[in-house]
Structures are given as C-alpha cells and as structure tokens.
C-alpha cells in the first residue's frame, strides 16, 4: 500500500475501536463490524486499487468521521433557517421580530408600517409563491424582520450575535430569494452593524458594514464596476459603509445568452429570466468581498432559461455563478456584523405589483481562503485528512468555496480540487497566523 491510500484508509479507521464506537466513544451504527457498502467511484478514484478496502470500512463510516471531526472545524454556524419550524407567522415573528428600517424599534400589530414577512403556511394565507420547499416568507416591504428582533444600542440593548471576518475565518451569507416579474421591487436579505450613537449625537443608532442581497429598481452607483450591468431591474446587491471602495446598488452582469432575441435591450433582468427562485451569497473577509448569484439554484452558468427534454436541465457550465463580482479593497471595520435582516432595506421599499419570497437563509463564520495559494482543508481544522475528502467529494461537480471543497479557489469543486487534496493530505497547508477571537454570545 503507497503512503497516500495508507494514510487515508487509517485516517477512516481511526475514529474506530474495534467495539464498533467512534473516537469519542458514541455507538454508530455505521461501525466497521455492521456496515459494508459498495465503494463509490469518486472513494475508488482515491483509493485506487484499494476500493475494496474502502468498501469494508464504507462509505457511511467515512461520513460519521466527518460529524467526528466537525467538533474541531473552523466552520460556525450562527443562522440557518428554512422557516420549517413555525407554526404560523405568530411563531416566526417571534424569532424573527418585525422592526423600523433602522431595527432598533419594534414593530406592533397596531403600526401602520406592520406590513413585514408572512409565512406560507400560515392558515390566514394563501401562498401564491410556486415551488416552496417546505415552508417560506412571503415579504410586502415597508420594515424588516430581523433576527432575535429589534435591539436598540443606544439604550444599550444587545445584539443576538456579533462577528467579524478574520485571517482564518470568512464570513458568508446566502439565501434562497423569489422574485416576481414586476421588476420593481425593493427587497432583500441584509447584514450590517448596528452601532451605539457616535458623535452627531442624534440619539439613533449608527449603521456600519452595511450588505444587502436582493433586488433594487434604480440606476447603479457608481457606473463601469467590472461584473455588473449597467442598466436592470432585480439581481442586484450593495455594500456601503465600508473602508476602501463602496459600490452602492450594483447588478449582477448575467450570462448574455439567457437575453431573449426579441426584446429590444442587450442585457438580462427579470424579464428574461421569469419569476422563480434564485440564490444569492457573499463571501467576506477582512479585505474582500465575492457576491454571487445562481439564477436556477442548479450549480450552473446557464446558457439558455428553457429546460432540456431528454436531460430534464437546463443547459449551462457545471462548477459556475450565473454572476460573480469580487471586490478586493472593502474593508470591515471591528464591528464587525450583529443585524441580519429581511425585507425592506433599509426601511426603502417598493414592493411592486409581484411576488416576493425568503428562504434558507445561512449565516455563517467559515474556514478562509488562503491567498495565493492551494488549500485542501475544507473544514479549517489545520490538517488534510478524511473529513475534508468528504466534503470535496459532497460538493463535487458544483459551483463552491473553501468551505464546500474548492480547494484552489476557481469556485468550482472538481477533479483539480482532488489532486490538490491528494498532495497535501496529511500536512496543515494554512500559514501561521494569529489567534481567532472569541465570538461573543
């Protein structure tokens, strides 16, 4: 046996003792003594001539090792909400607590400005929004929800969270947006700092660090940012308050084939596109920001909006955004973030005569790229070993992150991605850096 497949089999064996319990002594079902599973060909692509071996301790056991190692993960999970859990819009209102555009009041039935998220499967609502997952928010504008509610700082209320990008952790939001046809909408997922009065001493609260994802229905400021269009409607984003440059509402520059031939313009918006599900993330570190956007939510550059026949898709390029802008000179001050938000921003709505929907919202720290350089540990854990070859393989053939497997940060996960882990497996590819900070409570 080669030293890689060597030190990869032992890697998967090692969360085992021979009573069929994992490293930390928790029964599995998964135990090398009751499970046997064909070995996959992406296990059999690493292994070589040792899938067999593979296929003794199975492909399920290696998935217990990556639940055993995620203890020591640099990922940090603050919110990830699908809205499944509530009951009614009562319940998500609850966690999810309607506020000003400011969020630092809050909002009562009795507010002629109460016009924020509703739940689709509330009984006093009959969701028009189509594909739903489960349960969503269907949002009219005018305020936000925001997360753990409306917390006012100059009264010296606290934030639900607060944290900052670091040298080894990134931070990363995305959500899954509906957008109707109107194409005049104002609406998005947000995140900023929400800060103590400073010196203009107005009594309200100062904003800092401000990120919206969503859509907006004037024209982009400033005008010429590479990766944007120039004129549109939805797919937009913005970041303001920032050091460095601050590209207010921007648009995605989407792929040109998804224009259709008989309009008169030569870009694409919603009128393109049609009403449907899209998702929208940024990732950003102390210095930098990526936004992105997948129009389909199908891991593709697609090329063309009408599905396949035969492969029931759409065509498109797998491992790519329908949109991707990088900004490498904004910078975030040390507030860092502790607002996340839906619905209008800001308080600036126009919801238009269309549909607008929120789901499967993530925020998260998560373990950092490393610039100028391959990195293969996907969980920030310092070391290559098992727990990342499964993240790769999970995110294999999709558009990704450091996070999700993409190992020499072309955002797509694939068989590059692989070889950069096979050469590093077993050694910690992250330079020295400093201590993480605590993220408060």
């Not at 504008?141 to 753990?148: T, Y």
């Not at 606290?158 to 080894?168: E, L, V």
């Not at 294999?396 to 950069?420: E, P, Q, R, S, Y």
Request: negative net charge; glycine residues 12%.
């Amino acid at each position: 046996m080669n030293s890689f497949r060597g030190k990869f089999v032992c890697a998967i064996r090692a969360a085992y003792d021979s009573t069929g319990r994992d490293a930390a002594g928790r029964d599995s079902q998964f135990s090398p003594l009751h499970s046997l599973v064909a070995p996959t060909r992406l296990t059999q692509q690493v292994l070589g001539g040792y899938g067999i071996m593979a296929a003794r301790f199975g492909l399920a056991l290696m998935m217990t090792l990556l639940l055993v190692g995620s203890a020591a993960a640099q990922t940090q999970v603050i919110v990830n909400e699908n809205f499944d859990s509530y009951a009614d819009t009562i319940a998500f209102q609850a966690a999810w607590g309607p506020s000003n555009g400011l969020g630092t009041v809050a909002l009562g039935s009795g507010d002629p400005n109460y016009l924020g998220g509703v739940t689709t499967n509330d009984p006093l609502y009959a969701s028009p929004i189509p594909d739903v997952q489960g349960n969503a928010v269907d949002h009219v504008g005018s305020m936000v929800n925001q997360w753990g509610g409306a917390f006012d700082p100059v009264l010296g209320e606290t934030p639900d969270f607060t944290i900052n990008p670091s040298a080894t952790q990134s931070v990363f939001l995305s959500a899954d947006i509906f957008v109707g046809t109107s194409g005049n909408e104002r609406m998005s997922v947000g995140l900023r700092a929400t800060l103590p009065d400073s010196a203009d001493a107005d009594a309200l609260a100062d904003t800092d660090n401000l990120i919206e994802l969503g859509s907006w229905n004037a024209t982009p400021d400033p005008l010429g940012i590479p990766g944007t269009a120039q004129v549109s409607a939805n797919f937009a984003f913005r970041a303001q308050l920032f050091g460095g440059s601050n590209p207010n509402w921007q648009y995605f520059e989407l792929p040109i084939e998804l224009d259709r031939p008989e309009d008169a313009d030569t870009i694409v918006n919603v009128s393109d596109v049609g009403a449907g599900w899209h998702t929208y993330a940024v990732t950003i570190t102390p210095t930098s920001m990526t936004f992105t956007i997948d129009l389909f939510r199908d891991g593709k550059r697609n090329t063309s909006t009408v599905i396949d026949t035969e492969t029931g898709e759409r065509p498109g390029i797998d491992g790519q955004f329908d949109g991707t802008v990088v900004f490498d000179n904004l910078t975030t001050s040390d507030a860092g973030f502790n607002n996340l938000r839906l619905g209008a921003p800001s308080g600036l709505t126009s919801a238009g005569a269309g549909l607008y929907g929120f789901d499967n919202i993530l925020l998260q720290l998560q373990a950092a790229e490393i610039p100028g350089g391959d990195n293969a540990d996907f969980n920030g854990d310092n070391i290559v070993d098992g727990a990342d070859f499964l993240i790769w393989q999970r995110g294999f053939g999709a558009a990704g992150t450091l996070a999700t497997g993409d190992a020499n940060g072309d955002l797509a996960v694939n068989d590059l991605d692989l070889g950069i882990f096979k050469t590093q497996f077993g050694t910690d590819p992250t330079p020295a850096v400093g201590a993480i900070g605590a993220v408060p409570e």
